[in-house]
């Protein structure tokens, strides 16, 4: 199938949240439902739809916030959808990210029966987020959310989660968050990175060619499936002080420590990347979000000496590095966001209070996106050449790990790296179209 | 069969796990001289999963059997010679993105038959998306699925998707029974090992380089500067 001709997306049937990038700076609040009446959730998803903005409305009904939708496997099956239509989703949809989590390397800390109810239990099957630029407006949209299911017994709200943007964006590490995402083609979104081709649509998109020319696994019947997203939702803790105290035991000063920070990131604090400003923070950089994301890997630094081909960010998306396999086949269109407050600056004490980022992330194949990333970019080294070595700051370190830092004249490595990142718990969620939505509501 | 290993695949079918283990032993002590036995990594699967493809180290083997459409079998040939040379399949960057270490046609049973063994980096399964990216890629594959039985109409004017490639693939793949590798690195680890060989050869090249290697933090360099 050739993909050359320009695709058209139907943005009127697209939730805004399954395109659209999050309001700088944002608040926002993730609410995890439970059907016990499938008639009551039914209907409760009816009343949802004047609620959800539309990707053609990327404004939203209340100026820049908007609610989006998502429902889990068990919830498709509580709400009635036909076990015919159940059986055409994918297998690890089907399945579920819990009973996926050992071929995630989510073991240890991090395995199922550690996470924090209900994730992973088969309670979760609708869930709400919603996003704002402030509290006001964030108020208005959750209140427009809340009218729809508080008259339902059936309905029972079964966790909350508030995001809240920290202070220059930055997550609980202390680096500027959410910088770089694909253009889709055909959305009119821009992409971070002016050196980048826009994505195929069908690559966060069901329904369209992707990457590879194909149109990705489509649930039917396709009024379901159609203009439909996966979306990937993870709380992961993050261990600042652990990870201060580690910094601080192995850096020579302070500026040193500053700098292997940025050589576990890939970016400085600021956000600016180390391709660009290899030997100092660039603050000026790092707040112009064209600038900060105008570079490539193989082109200008092929041998990781200014950025380490195992860094963070490089892992998360390797842009023309020489890697194993097609980097952008692998894209994912990430929409996390913070929680809990920061640990005040310079204390290496834990203060036992839970912090870090929900991850958020939507795609068209939970397989090839968010599970190979995970497994194959971030669980391990491979794809680039050292395959021991897992993500410094988000892999599943346990202690003996190390992370090779390439410098002239001789490369410096961190070992015995710990885990800085554990995963509390999350969902693979289905983020249906409009129409589906109202679909569902009707059955 | 193809007999690019010493070794009687068709009997080991059949035989019994103590032949097996002893057909391995045997196998293993006549390459004990010729290789650095601390190097050597060896797989047998105690949990048999056909679909997985054994191991060693880092690296992937998968083996497909085919049956040559009568007649085809010429085709087949110069199609695999054209492929083979493909400028895009040599070069580094083509190479480091396949992970692509081994690739084996194999005619066989008077070219009524054909074998196609490859080993590779990483598991197979991730990745079948990544090795036939574009259209010009699967239709390299479908210039020579088109004299195999079992590819059906594919061909150059039925292109086969990944999805295709990757059923066809899994219907006719058969895990061997034992697999044995001298070493498990991987392509890159490769080329990082030869540049690294070429520096140290320039280095001893160097007429100071017994003075300069007598620096007692070069000291594991300078026992390896001898041969």
Known sequence: MSTAEAITLELADIQNGALHPRPTPYV????????????????????????????????????????????????????????????????????????????????????????????????????????????????????????????????????????????????????????????????????????????????????????????????????????????????????????????????????????????????????APLVLSPDADDPALGGDIERSNAFMYEADDPRGIKCPVGAHARRMNPRDASIIGVPRLHRLMRRSTSYGPMLPDGVLEDDGVDRGIIFVAAMARIDRQFEFVKTQWINEGLFFGAPDEKDPLVGPNSGSEQFTIPHKPIRRRLTELPTFVVNRGGEYLFVPSLSALKWISEL | MSDDINIDYAALSNAGTDDLVEKIGQLRATQQDAVDKRNREYEFPENYDAKMGLKVGHVTELRLFFHVKPGHAEALKEELRKFKESEERNSKLAIVATGIQTMTCTLFDNDTRYLHTTEFDTDWDPYIDDSVPTEKQRRIYANWMQHLEEAGDFGPDNIPTANDIKVLFNQNRVTATAYLRSFGDTVVEQYKMKELKKAFDEVLDHPDAAEALSHPALRPLLDLASE
């Open chain 1, 28 to 271: 926002g609040v993730y609410i995890l439902l439970r059907v016990d009446d499938p008639r009551q959730g039914r209907q409760l998803l009816g009343r949802l739809l004047p609620v959800v903005a539309s990707a053609s409305d990327p404004a939203g009904r209340d100026k820049q916030a908007w609610v989006t939708v998502g429902i889990s496997f068990e919830g498709l099956r509580v709400l009635g959808v036909p076990e015919q239509s159940l059986r055409t989703f994918p297998k690890e949809f089907q399945e579920g990210m819990a009973a996926r989590a050992e071929s995630l390397g989510d073991v240890g800390e991090s395995a199922p029966e550690h996470w924090e109810a209900p994730l992973g239990t088969g309670d979760v099957h609708i869930a709400l987020s919603a996003l704002s630029p402030d509290t006001e407006r964030l108020a208005t949209v959750v209140e427009s959310a809340r009218e729809t299911y508080r008259d339902y017994a059936g309905v029972e709200v079964i966790w909350r989660q508030e995001v809240y943007a920290q202070e220059g964006e930055k997550t609980s590490f202390g680096f500027k968050d959410g910088l770089s995402n694909p253009a889709v083609e055909g959305s009119g979104i821009p992409g971070t990175n002016p050196h980048e081709a826009p994505v195929k649509a069908g690559e966060f998109l069901l329904g369209y060619p992707n990457e590879v020319g194909e149109i990705s696994p489509t649930p039917q019947p396709e009024v379901l499936g159609r203009n439909g997203t996966f979306l990937v939702v993870r709380k992961l803790h993050t261990r600042v002080a652990a990870y201060r105290q580690y910094l601080r035991d192995r850096a020579k000063d302070r500026a040193d420590e500053e700098l292997l920070a940025a050589k576990m990131v890939g970016r400085w604090t600021s956000g």
